[in-house]
C-alpha cells in the first residue's frame, strides 16, 4: 500500500515551529494546559492569523474558542521537526567555537548528540572536547558511517569552511549549520543554515541607533573598519 507524501511545510513556517516549541515547553513547564492562538501569538512575536496558518499545516489540532492543548501540540511540533528521534552530529573544527558547542549542553537538551569532532591540526587530534576525543578530519568520512551522523557543524574559520563543506558532503552529510561568515557553495541535495554573528550584531547596531536618537544622544560618529 503506497503511503501519502508529507506535505510539505514553507521555510518560513518551519523556522517558527522551534519559537513556538520553546514557549510550550515553557508553559508546560508552568503548568498550563492550554494555550490559544492569540497567546501564543504574542509569545512569540507574530499575529494569531500567522501562528493558526503555521500550525495548520501540522493538522487540526486546535478548538475554536478553547485553544490547543499545550503537550499534544507540543508532542505535534517535537514529531514534524523529527525530534522525536536521536540525531548525531558532527564538528568541523576544534578551536574555540568548536570546543565552546561540544560543551554546550543545551544541544543534547534538544535531542542531538555531538557524536564526533575533527580537525585538521594534529595538535588537538586526541584531545577530549565535550566528552568525545578529537578525530583528524581524514576520518570524517568513516566517523559518519560508524555513528550514524546526520548533522554537521562548521566552526572553522571563513577561509577553511569550504573545504570543511566538501569534506562533510563527501561523507554523505546532508545537512550542515554553517558558523563561518562565508556563503558555502554545496550540492542542491544539501541543506545549509547558517548562523552569522556578526551579521545580527549589524543589525542590532540599527536598532541600538534609533535608541539613541530617540534619546536625543548624538554620538560622535567613527568609520568602521573595513
Known amino acids: 500500500m503506497a503511503t501519502?507524501?508529507?506535505r510539505r511545510i514553507p521555510e518560513a513556517a518551519i523556522s517558527r515551529l522551534p519559537v513556538y516549541l520553546r514557549i510550550l515547553s515553557e508553559l508546560e513547564a508552568e503548568e498550563v494546559a492550554r494555550v490559544s492562538s492569540d497567546e501564543l501569538a504574542e509569545?512569540?512575536?507574530?499575529?494569531?492569523?500567522?501562528?493558526?496558518?503555521?500550525?495548520?499545516?501540522?493538522?487540526?489540532f486546535g478548538t475554536r474558542g478553547v485553544g490547543y492543548e499545550v503537550k499534544f501540540l507540543t508532542y505535534q511540533i517535537q514529531r514534524e521537526l523529527g525530534l522525536n528521534q536521536t540525531w548525531n552530529v558532527v564538528i568541523v573544527g576544534a578551536g574555540n567555537l568548536g570546543q565552546a558547542l561540544a560543551?554546550?549542553?543545551?544541544?543534547?537538551?534538544?535531542?542531538?548528540?555531538?557524536a564526533a569532532v575533527v580537525?585538521?591540526?594534529?595538535?588537538?587530534?586526541?584531545?577530549?572536547?565535550?566528552?568525545?576525543?578529537?578525530?583528524?578530519?581524514?576520518e570524517l568520512a568513516q566517523l559518519a558511517?560508524?555513528?550514524d551522523i546526520n548533522i554537521g557543524i562548521i566552526a572553522t574559520p571563513a577561509q577553511h569552511a569550504q573545504a570543511a563543506a566538501d569534506v562533510l558532503v563527501k561523507a554523505?552529510?546532508?545537512?550542515?549549520?554553517?558558523?563561518?561568515?562565508?556563503?558555502?557553495s554545496v550540492p542542491?541535495?544539501?541543506h545549509v543554515r547558517k548562523v552569522d554573528?556578526?551579521?545580527?550584531?549589524?543589525?542590532?547596531?540599527?536598532?541600538?541607533?534609533?535608541?539613541?536618537q530617540a534619546r536625543g544622544d548624538n554620538p560622535s560618529e567613527q568609520p568602521a573598519s573595513a
Open 145 to 147: 558511517q560508524s555513528k
Open 103 to 114: 560543551n554546550y549542553g543545551g544541544i543534547i537538551q534538544r535531542g542531538f548528540t555531538i
Open 197 to 212: 554573528m556578526a551579521l545580527e550584531l549589524q543589525i542590532l547596531s540599527y536598532y541600538e541607533q534609533l535608541r539613541r
Open 172 to 184: 554523505g552529510i546532508g545537512s550542515i549549520l554553517n558558523f563561518a561568515p562565508t556563503v558555502l
Open 4 to 6: 501519502t507524501p508529507r
Open 43 to 60: 509569545l512569540a512575536g507574530v499575529n494569531a492569523a500567522k501562528v493558526r496558518k503555521d500550525l495548520s499545516y501540522l493538522g487540526s
Open 119 to 138: 580537525d585538521n591540526d594534529q595538535s588537538k587530534v586526541g584531545v577530549e572536547v565535550g566528552g568525545v576525543r578529537v578525530r583528524h578530519v581524514d
Open 188 to 190: 542542491q541535495t544539501v
